[in-house]
């Protein structure tokens, strides 16, 4: 997909610093080398402990490119953490009202989903600077789908899954990593969104801990959903204490459990190859069994894309 030539994209670290300045660098140059202006508001030498600058600093960099009026995509450097720290701080109205579309993922689903409160302001579960703009072998397919996704108002995700039910099923998408979405249950951050598409991924997170987290949104309310849909879990390991419980197992516990249709197989997450995904969208998920896709439309888009 062609580019607008005047696509103009900020850069804003409200989580974690670029440990590679190079890398970071190459990032750069590769949103560059896709037609885009780049406005940096994060800045290597600003970084504060583990994060991209200390908390104002952060702020600051949020609020700065959501007033800049040049700026069409604010992309967060990078997740880990620090998002948590700030949203007290934010003036989100302000973000949600500014038309920017807000693109990240992992600690960045906190801002996803306190946008989507205010008034189900929209934005974007996608690709950030680094690792996905930054790596030496960048993905074809993310860079692709991001392009797709943003340069045009509805796009459609296909996938497959092991098992997947036949649905076919629409409303609000929503979602993200799953330990931010368990972190911001009971706080003014994450809005009650019954009868929706609930898509999740998590690194790191043993089978037992996805299902708990489950559980606990379950537990308070959260699963009232059209579909839930699994996306990337990876890197945990299994122990022989596991006694043959593994990520199969708990799927199928879970499906027999919540009451809920449940896809796995959406390819999002802390992967090399991912979606990107509009929340707050409408959405429409079919499956016959094993061949899924996901259509979302009704987001904002970037005008003079072909």
Not at 23 to 45: D, F, K, M, N, S
Not at 62 to 83: E, F, K, S, W
Not at 250 to 259: E, F, P, S, T, V
């Amino acid at each position: 997909m062609k580019r607008n030539a005047n696509t103009c994209v900020a850069i804003v670290a409200p989580s974690g610093y670029a440990p590679d300045e190079n890398a970071y660098r190459q990032g750069i140059e590769r949103l560059q080398a896709c037609g885009c202006t780049v406005h940096e508001y994060y800045q290597p030498a600003g970084r504060h402990e583990r994060f991209g600058g200390t908390d104002e600093e952060r702020v600051r960099q949020l609020h700065a490119a959501a007033a800049n009026p040049d700026v069409q995509i604010v992309m967060a450097l990078r997740g880990g953490y620090g998002m948590s720290r700030i949203l007290p701080k934010l003036d989100l109205p302000m973000l949600a009202a500014s038309g920017k579309l807000f693109v990240g993922h992992s600690d960045f689903t906190a801002l996803n989903m306190a946008l989507l409160t205010r008034r189900g302001a929209p934005s974007f579960a996608g690709p950030m600077v680094c690792i996905d703009f930054s790596r030496s072998d960048p993905s074809e397919f993310t860079l692709d789908q991001f392009w797709k996704c943003v340069g045009a108002p509805t796009h459609t995700i296909e996938f497959e899954g092991d098992s997947n039910p036949e649905v076919d099923v629409a409303g609000m998408l929503w979602g993200g990593n799953l330990t931010m979405l368990t972190h911001l249950i009971g706080t003014p951050y994450l809005p009650r969104t019954d009868g929706g598409i609930l898509f999740i991924e998590d690194v790191n997170e043993h089978p037992y801990r996805v299902e708990r987290m489950l559980l606990q949104m379950e537990y308070a309310g959260f699963l009232d959903q059209k579909a839930v849909v699994f996306g990337d879990f990876s890197s945990y390991a299994l122990t022989d204490y596991d006694n043959g419980y593994n990520f199969e197992s708990m799927i199928a516990y879970l499906r027999g459990r919540l009451g809920v249709p449940i896809l796995t197989g959406l390819p999002f997450g802390h992967t090399k190859d991912k979606a990107t995904l509009a929340v707050g969208s409408r959405a429409r998920l079919r499956s016959d069994g094993r061949a899924c896709s996901l259509t979302m439309s009704g987001y904002p888009s970037l005008p003079g894309f072909d």
